[in-house]
């Protein structure tokens, strides 16, 4: 259960250092890699909460929540979001 909180906490971490490093305009393809495997970081926390997650969670959670976080990302913060300044 530690390393299920570790995970997501660090995980928290990179994803928000990610969205300050997209919203400053840097490298869109970089900070794109860096939510990617933070939002999979964060799927793979929420896992391991769980006690006997099945296989296609695992299969299914990480690369949508690698997707996700992207796209959640960018609709938010990229050039032209809502909270672009």
Do not use: N, Y
């Amino acid at each position: 259960m530690a390393w299920a909180l570790a995970t997501i906490a660090v995980c928290g971490v990179l994803f928000l250092g990610g969205l300050v490093g997209l919203h400053a305009g840097r490298s869109d393809s970089m900070w794109s890699a860096v939510l990617a495997v933070a939002g999979a970081g964060l799927a793979a926390g929420g896992l391991l909460v769980q006690d006997r997650p099945e296989l296609d969670s695992w299969i299914v959670a990480l690369p949508v929540g690698a997707a996700l976080s992207v796209v959640h990302g960018k609709a938010l913060f990229a050039t032209g979001g809502p909270f672009r300044t």
